[in-house]
């Protein structure tokens, strides 16, 4: 019974996941057809990105060319294996298409139509959002909060209320558990077309590849990979060294703790520091990659396709006309116009600038009209902007209030730590536990309240990167709040109010 609940829901997140590419898709396949492509040649080259969408669509052009079935065979099963009402629907319009000899306006109608579909289910889930990351704020800072003073205060006026043991358990096992219950109601509720991976994942081959590529450039010819273990085991060392040494000075287990995460973590600063660099110019170029497609687009009719890469070279969009400069200095040099342009996609880390090039050497091929095909990969790239951009915009609030709970409540519990430590009422007959026992209770409750610091702000960091979409990020969110967190605990403890 388990297992066939647990295969309904993944099939039905497949589901989600192919509708939520499908707008992207029928646009692609489109432009496709408005170039005059053949219609099965249509299909498999808008098809060529990851996910399970573009892999159905894969093997319908499969069946379609070498499998001996009919285009309106080929779809109507994959309509049959998707079981979507609004891949169907895509179906319909592309067999009408097929039967009918029609270009892709009617296609890119109706990408538009399901992408404002589901930019009002990005809407909808932002409501949701935003009372779960309120109640996961209350019940990861607040709840254990008061739980801690209720415990420690508690047990100096009638006696022991709790057992270290009992306080361990609450601290790392049941607020973390109703925390990754609130995650994974939020996970639920969140739309498809937002958990969609990017960049290939932690340390994906795209990304090191990117990030090689950019040492490169900066004339640092290392490998990410080859120089991930050896810096792994130099930062385990030093913070061994730290730790041990901070421990000699008598440091507090706060600070111990602090400086050995923060050495131990340096090849992950380190890393994503680059990553980000490599994201960061991709950010760039797809802000500018509208506006400069735009522009190209509109020289007049006719123009070689060498003039309209010169004129976005010159034009001053920072990294992108860098990459087009390169480009078109290639082709001055001989090499083919298509290989200069995937030369631009392989060094960029960008979907859309990807996508956009696709296309545009997809035209080169076909014969088509480059300013008409610059016009349709700056609507494309412009749309697909938009809705990120709006969707960013939505979840920005919930997404920072959850990582700035990851500090304050560290600072909260620091600060009842330190307010309640004071506090000693064994010496009036009757009252309180012994100091031993006391001792060894506040004691369990420092040691829980770090546990979970470090537990919290991976829950943080997790909640985040959802919201981004981009689960990678989780991993320098949690190397930077994690340390950041038992570092305020420890001033509040010290310094308190």
């Not at 319908?60 to 065979?73: F, K, L, T, V």
């Not at 290639?330 to 956009?356: M, T």
């Not at 560290?410 to 000693?424: E, M, R």
Request: overall charge neutral; charged content about 20%.
């Amino acid at each position: 019974m388990l297992g066939g609940i647990i295969g309904r829901i993944r099939e039905g997140k497949r589901v989600e996941e192919m509708e939520a590419e499908l707008p992207w898709l029928l646009r692609s396949i489109g432009i496709e057809l408005d170039m005059g492509s053949p219609f099965e040649k249509a299909i498999a080259q808008a098809c060529r990105d990851g996910g399970a969408l573009n892999a159905e669509f894969r093997s319908a052009a499969r069946e379609m060319e070498g499998g001996g079935s009919s285009a309106q065979e080929a779809l109507g099963r994959l309509a049959e294996r998707c079981k979507s009402l609004a891949i169907r629907r895509a179906v319909s319009e592309l067999v009408h298409c097929y039967e009918n000899g029609e270009k892709g306006d009617g296609l890119k109608r109706l990408a538009a139509e399901l992408a404002q579909a589901g930019k009002s289910r990005v809407k909808e889930y932002a409501g949701r959002v935003s009372l779960i990351g309120l109640a996961f704020i209350a019940v990861s800072c607040i709840v254990p909060s008061l739980f801690l003073a209720f415990a420690i205060v508690g047990s100096s006026f009638t006696g022991a209320l709790l057992s270290p043991v009992q306080m361990w358990l609450a601290f790392v096992v049941v607020f973390p558990l109703i925390g990754a219950a609130l995650l994974l109601l939020a996970w639920f509720a969140t739309p498809a077309g937002m958990r969609l991976a990017k960049g290939g994942g932690v340390f994906g081959e795209a990304e090191v590849r990117h990030i090689n590529g950019l040492l490169k450039a900066r004339g640092v010819r290392v490998d990410a990979r080859e120089m991930a273990l050896p810096a792994f085991c130099a930062s385990s060392l030093f913070a061994a060294s730290a730790y041990f040494a901070l421990e000699g000075a008598g440091a507090d287990i706060a600070v111990r703790l602090v400086a050995a995460l923060t050495l131990l973590s340096a090849p992950l600063f380190a890393y994503f520091f680059l990553a980000n660099l490599v994201r960061g110019r991709g950010a760039k170029m797809e802000q500018f990659l509208p506006d400069a497609l735009f522009q190209a687009s509109s020289m007049q009719r006719g123009v070689g396709f060498e003039r309209l890469v010169a004129a976005i070279a010159r034009s001053g969009y920072g990294p992108l006309s860098e990459e087009f400069a390169a480009a078109h200095r290639q082709i001055k040099a001989g090499v083919g116009v298509v290989p200069a342009l995937e030369g631009i996609a392989q060094r960029c880390d960008s979907i859309l600038v990807q996508r956009a090039i696709g296309l545009l050497a997809q035209a080169y091929r076909s014969g088509a009209d480059m300013g008409w095909a610059m016009r349709e990969a700056a609507e494309d790239s412009f749309e697909m902007f938009s809705a990120l951009w709006e969707r960013k915009a939505m979840l920005a609030v919930q997404r920072y209030t959850v990582l700035f709970g990851a500090l304050l409540a560290p600072l909260v519990l620091g600060l009842i730590t330190n307010a309640i430590s004071g506090l000693d009422f064994s010496g009036v007959e009757g009252m309180g536990v012994p100091a031993s026992e006391r001792a060894a209770l506040l004691g369990a409750a420092v040691g829980a309240a770090e546990a979970y610091i470090a537990l919290f702000a991976l829950l943080a960091s997790i909640f985040a990167a959802m919201q981004e979409g981009e689960w990678k990020r989780f991993v320098l969110g949690f190397a930077v709040l994690a340390p950041a967190g038992l570092a305020v605990f420890g001033a509040a403890r010290a310094y308190g109010i």
